[in-house]
């Protein structure tokens, strides 16, 4: 069975679409989505109309849950954007995702660990960085039905990486489809960047003896989403990101 794992959308609809129209020429017999799904300054509506109509499985990210949990009055800029281009049958939609899916048998889904959609899975912050995490807090944050698992597919850092947890789970996340970089204030205050503009995706192969993986990174129209968040008033850095994969201090 192949699957294709797409996660971190963060409404940019035109990534979506090409990455769909790409997945069409890899024989995936699946496609499942790991959250956050809308919030961000693109097509929140039309992300959400595009995964429905596609049938696509999806789990509930932070972003997902937050535009229904929090005052949109205090909502940072992506979720507002969020909350007011869609329909309050669609934010119910999101809310109600469930946390874990099961695409496969042995493969186990999450946005971020197994038990929380705000932890990251294999990366820890150091010096306002992602970088990879020692296997002790690694398999903590796996948890009991993380390490029961053959795969786990996770989201949530918009960081691609792949890790093969020595007595438990081959541990993939794809990177993020929409947004190839982000700076967080809060605490931990991090920032992430991709380095380049593409949408990222992976495939997922749990038909031979050992899981296969590839790692898709795919051109698309980044210019226009770039647009779109300046339509928006993202400020610079949203859509500068979209163009580079970069935050502008970096570039």
């Not at 204030?185 to 296969?212: I, W």
């Amino acid at each position: 069975m192949r699957i294709a794992v797409i996660t971190d959308i963060h409404g940019n609809a035109v990534a979506l679409e090409t990455a769909l129209a790409d997945i069409a020429t890899r024989g995936a017999d699946a496609t499942i989505c790991l959250g956050d799904i809308a919030s961000g300054a693109g097509w929140p509506a039309e992300t959400v109309e595009r995964l429905q109509a596609a049938g696509i499985p999806c789990i509930r990210g932070n972003h997902d849950r937050w535009i229904s949990e929090h005052d949109p009055a205090k909502m940072g800029m992506q979720d507002r954007i969020a909350y007011e281009g869609l329909t309050a049958s669609q934010r119910d939609w999101l809310m109600e995702l469930p946390a874990t899916l099961e695409p496969a048998p042995g493969v186990l889904a999450v946005h971020g660990t197994p038990s929380s959609d705000v932890q990251n899975l294999i990366e820890e912050v150091v010096a306002e960085r992602l970088r990879p995490a020692p296997m002790a807090v690694l398999r903590e944050r796996l948890g009991e039905q993380g390490m029961a698992a053959r795969v786990v597919l996770c989201g949530h850092s918009h960081r691609t990486g792949m890790v093969q947890v020595p007595g438990g789970p081959l541990v993939v996340n794809p990177g993020s489809l929409g947004l190839p970089g982000f700076r967080i204030s809060r605490e931990p205050a991090h920032r992430q960047e991709a380095g380049t503009p593409h949408a990222r995706y992976a495939m997922l192969d749990v038909a031979g003896a050992e899981p296969a993986v590839e790692m898709i990174a795919i051109a698309y129209d980044w210019d226009r989403a770039a647009r779109r968040a300046e339509e928006h008033g993202a400020g610079a850095a949203w859509p500068h990101v979209i163009r580079t994969g970069l935050l502008p201090e970096s570039a």
